[in-house]
């Protein structure tokens, strides 16, 4: 069974462009995830997807995050125009259930953004 | 919302020792889990454990919910047990988000 995949790996670009990261989750997969990782830290969610609705996207900065998953199944995170403060590794993960927080979670190997 | 803190910060062992890793927690859960992060910086799920005892070959986890703690135990240590460990939990109120700690970064010397 293939496991979640992203791209690009990694990302390196000028403060002040856009920039958008890839999510497949794994298949039958309906719950997926976009976490922010900073270095030394661990991962912060951002938003949570059940099928294509956005149930949970409290910690999405909404001026100048978007995420998307139109049809239900990978999903698209956006930043426009990136800061010099979001040079982080950007995860995403995917669950086949959530039922109040029980879940397992299964994570892709991320995209690292480097924001110069 | 919910804190979760992790002991030690960085822990250094020689290959074939046993560590113990801690992950406290300041709420009840009703959802925790271990990952390790290895240096490539891929998340593992090693365990689902809210409750009690589970063992998956040299490692093994214990979760004492109403105290609010758990503990991750690795044996036999090898190299490629280096990475960093995370816990991450639900709280069973509030956020339902799963909330990570701050890892334990666990250095294997050959």
């Known amino acids: 069974e293939a496991g979640v995949v992203q791209s690009p790996r990694y990302k390196i670009i000028e403060k002040k462009q856009p920039v958008a990261f890839w999510c497949n989750p794994i298949s039958g997969h309906n719950t997926l995830y976009w976490y922010l990782q900073n270095l030394g830290q661990g991962p912060e969610l951002l938003i949570r997807?059940?099928?294509?609705?956005?149930?949970?996207d409290s910690q999405l900065p909404k001026d100048r995050f978007s995420a998307e998953r139109l049809k239900g199944v990978d999903s698209t995170l956006k930043i426009q125009p990136a800061e010099l403060g979001d040079s982080a590794v950007y995860l995403c993960?995917?669950?086949?259930?959530?039922?109040?927080?029980?879940?397992?979670?299964?994570f892709g190997p991320g995209t690292r953004l480097t924001v110069l | 919302g919910i804190q979760v803190e992790q002991s030690p910060p960085d822990l250094i062992l020689q290959e074939g020792a046993n560590s113990t890793l801690r992950c406290n927690f300041s709420d009840s859960v009703n959802n925790l889990q271990w990952f390790h992060q290895n240096p490539w910086g891929q998340l593992i799920n090693l365990f689902y454990i809210p409750s009690g005892t589970k063992q998956n070959g040299r490692l093994s986890a214990t979760t004492v919910a109403t105290e609010r703690y758990s503990l991750l135990y690795i044996s036999s240590s090898q190299t490629t047990d280096s990475g960093v460990y995370f816990c991450?939990?639900?709280?069973?109120?509030?956020?339902?988000?799963?909330?990570f700690g701050t890892g334990t970064r666990l250095t294997i010397i050959p």
């Open positions: 993960a995917s669950s086949s259930e959530w039922t109040s927080g029980v879940d397992t979670q299964y």
């Open positions: 991450a939990v639900h709280a069973n109120f509030g956020n339902e988000k799963l909330t």
């Open positions: 997807y059940e099928n294509e609705e956005a149930v949970d």
